[in-house]
């Protein structure tokens, strides 16, 4: 069922307003927060800027922003590397530095020279619960970790020599998410200026997954569907979150009638897959599977509102439960999503699905760690470039990141009770999944209503779309199938939806 809003205008209709007539687009005009915040550098820009002759390109300013707002990331950490990560109970807490990395180098084997997933683990992990690929980075870097010296020190190295690989990752997430939008390439800045994404860029190894997915995004953006699934399949067997973004491609793919590139991402994604998981499955199953049943058996852990619930219960709700009871919140969200596609006056934007799925999975998660910002930073930037809204939601995640260090520091400091009690706890989570769920719904709102949409203001579709941008609808339900008409002519100018676009001076400015 073709939409109507398809349909080509009148001729006599004024010319319609070309998204490559239209310069790329400079926050500091369109977004107040973006402006007032410019004045600590001089000010927007001016209108007759020469930005395209001068070394400093949006990409490499970004990129090199990001790297440096990841190096105080570092020096955040500087009270755990030096002593909090080895001595004391709750001053690793009390100091917000925390980091799993130090803390595995011995506890997973890697100091002992064991092989992930091979080699069983002495304890009671028996074997190492991270997905291959995320295995493989850790094993890199502790090939890179001198094997003399004390404990402390090989943990120190061992720290560093991740930190450095997770920066190369910090890298690659900047550059693809500001050439994804080629004409929103400052929107990358949100990205690199990210407080939450510092804070928690090395407390764990998601960096890894994350830069694979905003490659995959980029690659989507490009047409290139068999190179994003390829890149998406090497996410998932970094992480599990990124295999979520397939069901919100299904759907734009089904509304748009493109089932070939749709299955073309689901062989390379698969293939890809297969190729990291499989020899370790096939020569080592135990240690491969011990990553699936320790997510299946862990219990409610920090972060989530099933935490709350069972720390203010007499029957806490069991960990069958909750995976049953999560399951099925995550097929809901995913058929809501589903109908919204299919019913919004247009069709959504493939960023903006790919945020809701994948809040939606860890909204409903028995677990929300603090590095999972990490996931959604990309994917909101993509899906709603609003510096306002941003930082609301950044601010959320900082006074999460905190209350999480100081739960612990409180519940390990004994009789002292250092820090933040149980209920103060919960308010934190409260604040950081009512942070996330607000981004969701000013999502959901420019899906509704896609005039308040920044990134469809000036005429463009889908700039992340790849094949998606300015395809025609061939299934549409409900409203879409009958837009509104104007009983008037509109005397505003036109703008023309849907048109790809082709920039003047491209390869220039990125």
């Keep these: ?18 998204p490559s007539d239209v310069e790329p687009v400079r926050p500091t005009r369109e977004d107040e927060v973006a ?40 020096v955040q950490k500087a009270p755990c590397y030096h002593s909090a990560w080895f001595f004391g109970a709750s001053s690793q807490y009390t100091h917000a530095c925390y980091s799993d990395i130090p803390h595995l180098y011995q506890g ?23 997905p291959v690929l995320t295995g493989v980075f850790m094993e890199v870097a502790a090939w890179l970790t001198p094997g003399s010296g004390s404990i402390q020190h090989q943990e120190q190295w061992y720290w560093f020599a991740n930190a450095g690989m997770l920066m190369v990752c910090t890298a690659v997430i900047a550059v693809c998410v500001t050439r994804t939008q080629r004409r929103r390439p400052w929107d990358g800045l949100l990205v690199a200026l990210a407080p939450a994404f510092a804070l928690t860029a090395t407390i764990n190894w998601d960096l890894l997954a994350v830069a694979l997915t905003a490659a995959a995004m980029l690659m989507w953006s490009r047409g290139r ?69 320790f997510s299946h058996d862990r219990g409610i852990d920090f972060g989530s509102f099933w935490l709350i619930w069972a720390q203010n219960s007499s029957n806490p709700p069991t960990t069958d439960f909750v995976n049953t009871a ?31 799925m994948v809040a939606a999975f860890i909204l409903t998660n028995k677990v929300y760690s603090p590095q999972y910002v990490l996931w959604l930073v990309p994917l909101a930037v993509l899906a709603r470039p609003k510096w306002r809204d941003f930082l609301i939601w950044q601010a959320c995640e900082v006074a999460y990141f905190l209350g999480i260090w100081m739960y612990l520091a409180y519940t390990t400091s004994g009789d002292a009770h250092k820090g933040l009690p149980t209920q103060g706890y919960h308010w934190a989570i409260a604040i950081h999944l009512l942070g996330t769920l607000y981004l969701c719904a000013v999502v959901v709102r420019d899906i509704l209503m896609p005039e308040r949409d920044v990134v469809r203001r000036s ?25 509104a008409r104007h009983a008037a002519p509109v005397e505003a100018p036109q703008v023309a939806w849907g048109r790809p676009e082709q920039l003047p001076y491209e390869g220039r400015s990125l």
């Excluded at 001089?42 to 990409?59: D, E, F, N, Q, S």
């Excluded at 790297?67 to 990331?73: K, R, S, V």
């Excluded at 068999?226 to 979150?241: I, S, W």
């Excluded at 700039?463 to 299934?475: M, N, Q, R, T, Y």
């Design 225 to 293: 569907a068999p190179a994003f699934g390829v890149l998406l399949g090497l996410a998932t067997a970094a992480k599990l979150y990124p295999v979520v973004l397939l069901g919100p491609l299904l759907v734009l793919c089904w509304r748009a009638g493109r089932w070939r590139e749709y299955f073309q991402a689901v062989g390379g994604a698969v293939v890809a897959w297969l190729v990291v998981n499989l020899p370790v499955m096939l020569f080592a199953f135990q240690g491969w599977s011990k990553f699936y049943t």
């Design 35 to 74: 402006a007032a915040g410019s004045e600590l550098i001089g000010g927007p820009i001016g209108r007759r800027a020469l930005l395209a002759t001068t070394w400093w390109t949006p990409v490499r300013v970004i990129a090199l922003v990001a790297i440096g707002m990841f190096a105080l990331g570092l």
């Design 459 to 483: 005429g463009d579709d889908d700039p992340s779309g790849g094949v998606l941008d300015g395809a025609e609808d061939v299934f549409v339900l409900g409203p879409a199938a009958r837009p």
């Design 1 to 18: 069922m073709p939409s109507a809003e398809m349909t080509p205008a009148g001729v006599h209709e004024p010319e319609p307003v070309r």
């Design 326 to 356: 999560a399951t099925v919140l995550v097929v809901l969200c995913f058929l809501g999503i589903a109908a919204l596609t299919f019913t919004a006056p247009r069709r959504p934007r493939f960023a903006q699905l790919a945020f809701l």
């Design 108 to 130: 997973r084997g890697f100091a002992d020279g064991l092989v992930p997933y091979f080699d069983k683990l002495p304890g009671d992990m028996d074997y190492l619960e991270y």
